[in-house]
């Protein structure tokens, strides 16, 4: 498949594109946030606040990484990955909330409630999400055909009442209550993996995918979807604080099942690993292109943040 010259990193070298494609969204998402008009200030400084803060930028990153397996232009995926994450930030400041999760720290700072308060933290999460959108349908319009529109409902579909929030509600739901493994899966396919799934779709669309590469593509994102969320939840028990930059044992003390609590770590740690084979498998028929996706696989179980 043909690439873009407007693409200058090789897919040789994954870890230095990560790190290339980890600087690009920082500067993307800092020119969807230089809203000098805004009508308050401290609106968008809280919205600022929690978006450039840094963080592994793992679903921007996933739509570059596809977009490349696609032959579609970084430039071309820019609104796609800003949008990605910008729900993704949203989705943490409501999470951190009091009448979520109710954590303090986040990345190593004061969460967006405890640096501002929660009436703003919640108009932040607000406003990304609404931000998002409009980057989105900008970002799209020159995709042919309906594939913008596809592109826009993926979105919505993944951050929604059958993703994210839908998610987060069986979580809310679950604690303190007794769930098996298929249920806990299942809630988070929808609460983690959604996201994940939408990323890697969105930077296929934005290119020229055949349908079964496209199904591939879709396979390898729901194993690792599920790999992140596993990884997460062992982090949460053996991680350290200093690295995550935030405290662990959050879901023992809030009695929320996890894949650790449910089967144990070492069990935890080998679907982590086994979900990432099966990841790389649905790779095999591509080529170079697709050697940042395997790189980003492999992060994923290695990862200590």
């Known amino acids: 498949m043909s690439r873009s010259s407007e693409s200058p990193l090789a897919v040789t070298d994954p870890g230095n594109a990560l790190t290339e494609y980890q600087q690009r969204i920082e500067a993307v998402l800092d020119r969807h946030l230089d809203t000098g008009d805004a009508p308050d200030a401290r609106l968008i400084e809280a919205m600022r606040y929690a978006t450039l803060s840094g963080g592994k930028r793992l679903r921007p990153v996933l739509v570059y990484a596809a977009g490349r397996t696609t032959g579609a232009a970084d430039t071309a995926l820019d609104a796609m990955a800003a949008a990605v994450e910008m729900i993704h930030v949203y989705s943490l400041i409501h999470d951190d909330l009091p009448a979520m999760d109710d954590d303090d720290l986040r990345r190593g ?91 890697v779709r969105l930077g296929a669309l934005a290119g020229t995918p055949d349908p079964a590469s496209l199904e591939r593509l879709t396979r390898y994102a729901e194993c690792i979807g599920l790999a992140f969320q596993i990884r997460d939840d062992v982090l949460d028990v053996e991680g350290d604080p200093e690295i995550l930059g935030k405290a662990c044992g959050a879901d023992a003390r809030l009695h929320k099942p996890t894949f650790p609590s449910l089967q144990g770590l070492e069990a935890s740690r080998e679907r982590a690993v086994a979900l990432v084979d099966e990841a790389l498998a649905e790779l095999q028929p591509f080529g170079q292109e697709a050697d940042l996706l395997r790189f980003l696989a492999r992060y994923i179980v290695d990862r200590m943040n």
Not at 123 to 141: E, I, W
Not at 151 to 179: S, T
């Open 109 to 199: 700072r004061p969460t967006c409630h405890k640096a501002f308060d929660e009436a703003t933290a919640i108009l932040a999460g607000d406003a990304l999400q609404a931000q998002a959108f409009d980057a989105l349908t900008a970002g799209v319009a020159g995709l042919p055909g309906t594939t913008g529109l596809q592109a826009v409902r993926e979105l919505a579909r993944a951050a929604g009442l059958h993703g994210m929030a839908g998610g987060q509600a069986i979580d809310l739901g679950a604690c303190g209550q007794p769930i098996g493994l298929p249920e806990l899966e299942r809630m988070h396919r929808l609460k983690t993996g959604a996201l994940i799934r939408a990323s």
